[in-house]
């Protein structure tokens, strides 16, 4: 895919995989098999892919993995394997530099850190003694007892991380997946296989998606909790008012009871009157009183 300017080449490849197949295929059209085995080249790619710096090496795969090898960035320990490799492999790096590092990276979801180095790829191809064959295809990369290593030293626009904070170091995978490890000594990182790589820091102006999603549990568990409370305040304030109007109902029965028991009620017309109980003695016969004679 070829563009003419720089600009419309990196709005039309947005893809990181699309740049990787990209910079095989210029990397395979401008080699040569006039160069030896074991010799770094590199590779000059056209104007619309500036800022991208690519070096090729051929290794036959035996001596890889007896000796490992020293690169560019790259350092591959003794017991590095290729495969599917039957003679020969082309091991390819590549330094994005700042605007196409900057697209690589945009296509990962890392919401909360910020690159601050170039993004450095190792990647292979398949190398016969023809060089010219149109049907290139990639190779896997596997580190043996010692992992490969990655030098970001003397990249060109590393930057002075904040005080206190310590980069860490970014796997690019192919499935759009980024992996975050430590650093195993300043500027160096480690992988067991190929891909691309690079060193970010938590940016300042941006939190992490952790406390994103902590400070909204926060606001959501604080209005749950609010309106949980205002609820049972509520049924509290209502609970309280019913008693106090059943008590008050209780009373008031209560004290009519005791007047009716004390009054005796009488209807005149439509008027309820209420009159006292008798209270006159009545009057007794005596044993002992006995007529007058007639």
Known sequence: MICTSTTEDQVSIKSARLLDLVIRDYTFQSY?????TGKLHTIHLPTNLSGINVNTIRFRCGSLRRYGAKFKEFHLGIGITVYPCAERVLVVTQNLGYNWSSIYYDNYELTGYQLISPVLGLLAYNAGDDMNFSTPYEIGIKAGERPIKIDF????WLVNSTEGTIPMCANFGHDGKVTLSHQVSHNVCVSMGHGHFGLVVQ????????????RWKVVIGSAVGSAIGASLLGLLLIAMFVKVKKKNRMEEMERRA?????????MVGHVRAFTATPTRTVPV?????????P
């Open 32 to 36: 040569s098999n006039r160069i030896g």
């Open 285 to 293: 016969i005596e044993h002992d009183y006995r007529p007058p004679p």
């Open 258 to 266: 005791y007047e009716e028991e004390a009054l005796q009620v009488s």
């Open 153 to 156: 030293s003397n990249t060109t």
């Open 203 to 214: 940016s300042p102006l941006m939190p992490s998606r952790k406390k994103v999603i902590t």
